[in-house]
């Protein structure tokens, strides 16, 4: 079997390299080559795709980094001179929760920023708070975050420098002002309302926006959860005696009310005895009598 007859381009000798010269293709276009592999290897480095729900920051190779943050879209820069670095600027959801089973700990958008705080309330009991915080960092000030905080990388970004240590830091030190009986009687919206408005101006200092905080869940030692249930108990029977009482007392009032009438209406008749005297004894008589009242009335005259 004969061989296929390829031409060989590259074998100047060949008899089948036909009209086309690659020394020849090359010294005539070496300068369009040229610029077409500069743009190969720049191109990357000067269109910056920036995608949904994320920013851009700028970092000079010069001047350090630049007071501004590039929005989604296609934006360009200075190649070699400036390197664009993007940031997720989404709303998360940070839980400080033991219960990795809550809907929201299922949520893809939602990340788990270890267990429940743990705190002490102002009378030295113990208790474990969980909380849910959303937050986003500051569009503007994306570039300052970037400066002061780092590149946010999984270990090194602003949720774990700022988000984490702030909330659990304030949740601490909020609870501490309450008392363990004031927590577990006293709306909760309010302490939730402090935490949060403590939060959001803390965060603030760092340039990340507070969108929501929950006050999931607090849960008591077992000591004051039993000490609770057995006051609970304890008010249900002094309830129960206190009704008792109340009964008591109202049918005694009943009963002295009924013989106060009574010993009223005796005494009527006898002030009209001691008033009107015979008179009354034979009205009294005739009342009884009816037609025979005259017959009686004339023979006690």
């Known amino acids: 079997m004969n061989s296929p007859n390829l031409s060989d381009f590259f074998n100047p000798n060949s008899p089948n390299r036909g009209s086309f010269d690659p020394d020849d293709f090359l010294g005539k276009n ?102 849910t915080v959303r937050a986003r960092p500051d569009f503007k000030e994306l570039w300052w975050l970037h400066k002061e905080l780092g590149q946010d990388t999984f270990k090194s970004s602003y949720v774990y420098k700022v988000i984490n240590p702030t909330v659990r830091s304030i949740v601490r030190e909020v609870i501490a002002g309450y008392t363990v009986s004031a927590i577990y ?43 609770i249930e057995e ?31 009574e010993a009223k209406a005796i005494q009527l008749k006898v002030d009209a005895l001691n008033r009107f005297g015979s008179s009354y004894v034979k009205f009294k008589k005739a009342q009884i009598l009816g037609k025979r009242a005259k017959l009686v009335i004339d023979n006690d005259l």
């Open 30 to 131: 070496k300068i369009k080559l040229a610029v077409i592999l500069i743009l190969i290897f720049i191109l990357p480095n000067i269109v910056v795709l920036v995608g949904a729900g994320q920013r851009a920051v700028i970092f000079n190779r010069v001047t350090g980094m630049q007071k501004r943050v590039l929005e989604e879209g296609i934006q360009f820069v200075v190649p070699l001179l400036q390197q664009a670095v993007i940031y997720n600027v989404r709303e998360i959801s940070y839980i400080f929760s033991n219960d990795d089973t809550s809907e929201r700990s299922r949520n893809t958008s939602a990340k788990i920023l270890g267990n429940s705080i743990d705190t002490l309330t102002a009378d030295g009991q113990g208790i474990s708070v969980d909380v």
């Open 231 to 261: 006051k609970q108990k304890a008010r249900i029977e002094l309830d129960t005696k206190d009704n008792i009482i109340i009964e008591k007392q109202n049918e005694r009032d009943a009963i002295i009310t009924r013989a106060e009438g």
């Open 185 to 227: 009687s006293e709306d909760r919206r309010v302490i939730a309302e402090k935490i949060s408005k403590t939060i959001e101006t803390k965060l603030s200092e760092y340039k990340v926006v507070l969108t929501e905080f929950l006050l999931d869940k607090v849960t008591f030692s077992d000591a004051y959860q039993n000490a």
